[in-house]
Protein backbone atom coordinates (compact mmCIF):
# COMPACT_ATOMS: atom_id res chain seq x y z
CA UNK A 1 0.00 0.00 0.00
CA UNK A 2 1.64 3.18 -1.29
CA UNK A 3 -0.26 5.17 2.02
CA UNK A 4 1.39 2.79 4.46
CA UNK A 5 4.87 3.53 6.25
CA UNK A 6 5.86 1.02 8.65
CA UNK A 7 8.61 1.01 11.20
CA UNK A 8 9.06 -1.29 14.30
CA UNK A 9 5.60 -2.16 15.71
CA UNK A 10 4.23 1.13 14.16
CA UNK A 11 2.11 1.46 10.99
CA UNK A 12 0.96 4.60 9.69
CA UNK A 13 -1.93 5.08 6.86
CA UNK A 14 -2.10 8.44 5.41
CA UNK A 15 -5.77 8.84 4.67
CA UNK A 16 -7.92 11.66 2.92
CA UNK A 17 -11.14 10.93 4.95
CA UNK A 18 -13.02 12.72 2.11
CA UNK A 19 -11.24 15.64 1.94
CA UNK A 20 -10.07 16.65 -1.66
CA UNK A 21 -7.54 19.01 -1.61
CA UNK A 22 -4.31 16.84 -2.06
CA UNK A 23 -6.37 15.78 -5.11
CA UNK A 24 -6.85 19.34 -6.29
CA UNK A 25 -3.53 19.84 -5.72
CA UNK A 26 -2.42 17.43 -7.86
CA UNK A 27 -4.61 18.69 -10.61
CA UNK A 28 -4.18 22.38 -10.47
CA UNK A 29 -0.17 22.91 -9.30
CA UNK A 30 1.42 21.58 -12.11
CA UNK A 31 -1.21 23.08 -14.70
CA UNK A 32 -0.56 26.44 -12.21
CA UNK A 33 3.50 26.20 -12.38
CA UNK A 34 3.38 25.60 -16.11
CA UNK A 35 1.47 28.58 -16.55
CA UNK A 36 4.01 31.24 -14.34
CA UNK A 37 6.87 29.41 -14.98
CA UNK A 38 5.74 30.06 -18.53
CA UNK A 39 5.00 33.46 -18.25
CA UNK A 40 7.99 34.63 -16.43
CA UNK A 41 10.30 32.77 -19.25
CA UNK A 42 8.68 34.63 -21.95
CA UNK A 43 8.58 37.73 -20.17
CA UNK A 44 11.99 37.39 -19.01
CA UNK A 45 13.68 34.53 -20.08
CA UNK A 46 14.04 35.29 -24.11
CA UNK A 47 15.28 39.12 -23.12
CA UNK A 48 18.50 37.40 -21.78
CA UNK A 49 18.95 34.05 -24.02
CA UNK A 50 20.43 34.40 -27.56
CA UNK A 51 17.50 33.68 -30.66
CA UNK A 52 18.88 30.73 -31.25
CA UNK A 53 18.92 29.10 -27.90
CA UNK A 54 14.81 30.57 -27.11
CA UNK A 55 13.58 27.09 -28.52
CA UNK A 56 16.24 25.06 -26.30
CA UNK A 57 15.56 27.32 -22.78
CA UNK A 58 11.33 26.55 -23.74
CA UNK A 59 12.12 22.45 -23.76
CA UNK A 60 14.35 23.28 -20.62
CA UNK A 61 10.88 24.45 -19.03
CA UNK A 62 9.21 21.85 -20.19
CA UNK A 63 11.09 19.19 -19.09
CA UNK A 64 11.29 20.75 -15.80
CA UNK A 65 7.76 21.34 -15.12
CA UNK A 66 6.90 17.73 -16.06
CA UNK A 67 9.76 16.35 -13.84
CA UNK A 68 8.45 18.63 -10.99
CA UNK A 69 4.88 17.65 -12.01
CA UNK A 70 5.58 13.91 -11.60
CA UNK A 71 7.21 14.59 -8.03
CA UNK A 72 4.12 16.09 -7.12
CA UNK A 73 1.89 13.32 -8.42
CA UNK A 74 4.05 10.39 -6.73
CA UNK A 75 4.12 12.57 -3.45
CA UNK A 76 0.23 12.67 -3.71
CA UNK A 77 0.14 9.07 -4.47
CA UNK A 78 2.30 8.00 -1.30
CA UNK A 79 0.08 10.39 0.98
CA UNK A 80 2.00 13.36 1.63
CA UNK A 81 -0.56 15.94 1.09
CA UNK A 82 -3.71 13.47 2.92
CA UNK A 83 -5.07 15.14 5.63
CA UNK A 84 -4.90 12.25 8.42
CA UNK A 85 -2.82 10.17 9.37
CA UNK A 86 -4.17 6.90 11.16
CA UNK A 87 -1.31 5.46 13.54
CA UNK A 88 -1.34 1.49 14.87
CA UNK A 89 0.75 1.39 17.90
CA UNK A 90 1.41 -2.51 18.47
CA UNK A 91 3.18 -2.33 21.54
CA UNK A 92 0.71 0.28 23.48
CA UNK A 93 -2.19 -1.57 21.34
CA UNK A 94 -3.85 1.80 20.57
CA UNK A 95 -4.57 3.28 16.85
CA UNK A 96 -5.44 6.96 16.92
CA UNK A 97 -5.96 9.60 14.38
CA UNK A 98 -4.55 12.73 13.06
CA UNK A 99 -5.38 16.04 11.55
CA UNK A 100 -2.04 17.44 9.71
CA UNK A 101 -3.95 20.56 8.91
CA UNK A 102 -5.32 21.72 12.52
CA UNK A 103 -2.24 19.75 13.79
CA UNK A 104 -4.32 17.82 16.15
CA UNK A 105 -4.78 14.37 17.39
CA UNK A 106 -8.33 13.54 16.61
CA UNK A 107 -8.83 10.42 18.76
CA UNK A 108 -7.06 7.84 20.46
CA UNK A 109 -8.18 4.43 21.09
CA UNK A 110 -7.41 0.48 22.08
CA UNK A 111 -6.44 -1.57 18.77
CA UNK A 112 -8.05 -4.92 18.52
CA UNK A 113 -6.45 -6.66 15.69
CA UNK A 114 -9.37 -8.62 14.40
CA UNK A 115 -11.20 -5.48 13.89
CA UNK A 116 -9.13 -5.03 10.59
CA UNK A 117 -10.71 -6.69 7.12
CA UNK A 118 -11.10 -6.49 3.83
CA UNK A 119 -14.06 -4.77 2.43
CA UNK A 120 -14.33 -2.85 -1.12
CA UNK A 121 -15.12 0.76 -1.55
CA UNK A 122 -17.57 1.90 -4.31
CA UNK A 123 -16.27 3.90 -6.73
CA UNK A 124 -18.47 6.03 -10.07
CA UNK A 125 -16.69 7.03 -12.53
CA UNK A 126 -18.97 8.80 -15.17
CA UNK A 127 -22.13 7.27 -13.83
CA UNK A 128 -20.69 3.54 -13.51
CA UNK A 129 -20.11 1.91 -10.54
CA UNK A 130 -16.65 0.04 -9.69
CA UNK A 131 -15.78 -1.74 -6.80
CA UNK A 132 -11.70 -1.57 -5.41
CA UNK A 133 -10.74 -3.72 -2.35
CA UNK A 134 -9.81 -1.72 0.81
CA UNK A 135 -8.11 -2.38 4.23
CA UNK A 136 -10.85 -0.96 6.59
CA UNK A 137 -10.67 -0.97 10.65
CA UNK A 138 -13.94 -1.41 12.30
CA UNK A 139 -15.92 -3.36 15.13
CA UNK A 140 -19.48 -4.19 12.20
CA UNK A 141 -17.95 -5.11 8.73
CA UNK A 142 -19.38 -4.06 5.77
CA UNK A 143 -19.22 -5.43 2.52
CA UNK A 144 -18.94 -1.95 1.10
CA UNK A 145 -17.70 1.21 2.32
CA UNK A 146 -17.31 4.82 2.11
CA UNK A 147 -14.61 7.57 2.39
CA UNK A 148 -15.08 9.24 5.19
CA UNK A 149 -13.17 11.59 7.96
CA UNK A 150 -11.48 8.62 10.13
CA UNK A 151 -13.80 7.76 13.14
CA UNK A 152 -12.53 4.91 16.31
CA UNK A 153 -15.31 2.97 15.14
CA UNK A 154 -15.12 2.64 11.41
CA UNK A 155 -11.36 3.66 9.70
CA UNK A 156 -10.92 3.26 5.82
CA UNK A 157 -6.99 2.59 5.91
CA UNK A 158 -6.23 2.41 2.37
CA UNK A 159 -6.74 0.58 -1.25
CA UNK A 160 -4.48 -2.23 -2.69
CA UNK A 161 -5.09 -4.74 -4.97
CA UNK A 162 -6.35 -7.49 -2.33
CA UNK A 163 -3.35 -9.74 -2.16
CA UNK A 164 -1.47 -6.89 -0.81
CA UNK A 165 -4.14 -5.96 1.76
CA UNK A 166 -4.05 -9.67 2.85
CA UNK A 167 -0.31 -9.33 3.37
CA UNK A 168 -0.28 -5.99 5.42
CA UNK A 169 -3.08 -7.64 7.41
CA UNK A 170 -1.10 -10.90 7.70
CA UNK A 171 2.21 -8.71 8.78
CA UNK A 172 0.49 -7.15 11.19
CA UNK A 173 -1.02 -10.21 13.37
CA UNK A 174 2.32 -11.81 12.69
CA UNK A 175 4.14 -8.24 14.10
CA UNK A 176 1.28 -9.15 17.43
CA UNK A 177 2.16 -12.37 17.73
CA UNK A 178 6.26 -11.65 17.73
CA UNK A 179 5.58 -9.73 20.51
Aim: aromatic share 14%.
Amino acid sequence: MVNLNRSENLYKFSVNGGDTQATKMGLWLPLLLAVVLGGVYRQFGERFVSPEFVLYGWIGLGVLIVLISVSILISISNGNFSRFVVKIDLENAEISAYDRIRSESIWTSDFYPQYLYLSEILVDINGEEYTYPALVYAEEQFEFVEEAVPYPDRVILGYAEKQHIETVIKQIHQDIADQ
